[in-house]
């Protein structure tokens, strides 16, 4: 461990990172060394929008260690880039797993969720992310449809 120590608050540098205050952040990137900073960055990429990364961007309002303060805000803001990567990864999946659900081509499918089958491709391709609204939507329509495409089938086989 660093030779960081804590002033005037209950935490220690050996406690985990998320349950250190403000003011332990704050002495961490003010005094800390290396291998402190590097528990707040794998703090920051576990969770860009958590409690240690906003108390990071905090503190960095008011005390701008040389160096290190730059260095966070990079941490901070690739981090954030790379989980709204993944999440609009995940979207697309959802809304490419729900059209091919519904048993629908995506022309029909873009048709009964309210948009143009380019639109659609937007969003099963990640360029776009639907509203959260349009995903209800288009689960609504994926789960009417599959269900309809079952009962077909069913008919069919009698």
């Known amino acids: 461990m660093s030779a960081l120590a804590f002033r005037n608050v209950e935490s220690s540098p050996r406690d985990p990172v998320e349950t250190w205050p403000a003011e332990a952040i704050q002495a961490a990137l003010e005094r800390g060394g290396l291998s402190d900073w590097r528990r707040l960055a794998a703090l920051v990429r576990s969770d860009p929008w958590g409690p240690v990364a906003r108390t990071i961007e905090e503190v960095l309002t008011h ?29 697309a999946d959802g809304v490419r797993g729900l059209i091919e659900k519904s048993g629908l081509s995506r022309a029909e499918f873009a048709s009964r969720v309210g948009t143009s089958a380019s639109r659609l491709s937007t ?26 495409v079952s009962a077909a089938h069913d008919r069919r086989e009698d």
């Open 123 to 148: 969003y099963a391709t990640g360029k776009v992310v639907p509203s959260a609204a349009l995903m209800l939507r288009m689960e609504r329509v994926s789960r009417r449809s599959a269900g309809s």
């Open 63 to 91: 005390s701008r260690p040389f160096g290190v303060a730059e260095a966070m805000e990079e941490t901070i803001a690739r981090a954030r880039r790379g989980a709204e990567r993944e999440e609009r990864r995940a979207i």
